[in-house]
């Protein structure tokens, strides 16, 4: 993996330094948990998901400008587009034009969360621009006011606003603070290549056509298991092993079979359990405790594969420096 450095068009700052920089962090998250509906006729599939925001993050500093501009350092740069279709950007045209700021500014994104990894990396970066560009621009939305533009932006970007551990429903946007004693220690190990989100949701629609025209019963109703729940609120980290669940992770083995093979790897070496996290394909193994997770990380790294270590929850996009 790349570490490197890109910069849009136009995206140097004319004239002198300026005159202040904004640094806004935003963590990447985890579904411990997630259960999809049928794809609605907006094409959005109705979820019962729980996040947790975990302590993988990306920078982002804001500086003013007469445009609004990106740049990208850290993980996998050359992935991340630098025009209209940057979430950071479209993140902060919205603002603009919601808040009628005529102001423009430069946000250099420091990245370290996979790119199409299903950790919400570009949500992010989106949550993150959001709140620079509220300080910088004295908007003064706040997290509150913030919260419908980052719905609109995509449907991870509310959680990463707000961080923690919560639940999501409708399309993932409509969060519930869920209470989670303890931390919880993660092995996080990139895919061999991003999966992209509309296609692992496409595999699960087909897997779910299948599966109507062979059972008679009704669909279940969506929602989190009270077992999950249990488990965070008493921080009980074997229990939350043994129910960690994700409706998508079938699409993504299916889309990359190797992903069965790191989840078996990563228990072999003392993981309580592992998950595709969201689309995938990044893998969120689950540990007992810090050393455990330290250990496993190693031995993974050892063989070959390329692993973060993480641990949740995390705060959600927060203003560092000012
Ligand atoms: O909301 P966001 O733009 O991040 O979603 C990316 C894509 O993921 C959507 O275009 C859709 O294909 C899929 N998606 C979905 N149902 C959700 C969330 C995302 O089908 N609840």
Redesign the pocket.
């Known amino acids: 993996m790349s570490d490197d450095s890109r910069s849009g068009a136009g995206s140097a700052v004319a004239g002198s330094a300026p005159s202040r920089s904004v640094h806004v962090r935003a963590p990447g998250k985890i579904n411990i948990f997630l259960a999809?509906g049928a794809?609605q006729d907006d094409?959005?599939?109705?979820?019962a998901t729980i996040f947790q925001a975990v302590s993988l993050y990306e920078d982002v500093y804001a500086t003013p400008s007469d445009t609004i501009t990106v740049s990208v350092r850290g993980v996998q740069p050359e992935q991340v587009p630098l025009d209209e279709r940057n979430l950071a950007v479209k993140a902060a045209q919205l603002l603009a034009r919601e808040t009628g700021c005529t102001q423009g500014v430069h946000l250099q994104i420091i990245k370290r969360v996979p790119v199409a990894g299903g950790m919400g990396g570009?949500?992010a970066d989106a949550a993150a621009a959001l709140v620079a560009c509220d300080e910088l621009w004295g908007t003064g939305l706040g997290i509150a006011g913030l919260h419908p533009l980052a719905a609109q932006?995509?449907?991870?970007?509310p959680f990463a606003l707000v961080g923690g551990t919560a639940m999501g429903t409708?399309?993932?946007?409509r969060l519930t603070p869920v209470l989670a004693r303890g931390t919880y220690e993660w092995v996080l190990v990139h895919g061999e290549e991003g999966l992209s989100?509309?296609h692992i949701?496409?595999r699960f629609d087909e897997a779910m056509a299948e599966q109507r025209v062979t059972a008679d019963e009704p669909d279940s109703p969506l929602e989190v298991p009270r077992d999950v729940l249990q488990a965070l609120a008493s921080g009980d980290v074997a229990a939350l092993a043994e129910h960690m669940y994700n409706d998508l992770e079938s699409p993504a083995i299916a889309e990359q079979p190797a992903l069965a093979q790191t989840i078996a790897d990563g228990c072999d070496e003392g993981a309580l359990a592992g998950i595709v996290s969201g689309?995938g394909p990044t893998v969120a193994l689950l540990c007992r405790d810090r050393a455990d997770a330290d250990r496993v990380a190693r031995t993974l790294s050892d063989a070959g594969r390329q692993v973060m270590r993480a641990h949740g929850p995390v705060a959600g996009a927060q203003v560092i420096e000012a």
């Open positions: 999809a794809v094409g959005y599939h109705p979820l570009g949500s932006l995509g449907s991870d970007v409708g399309r993932g946007d989100a509309p949701y496409a689309s």
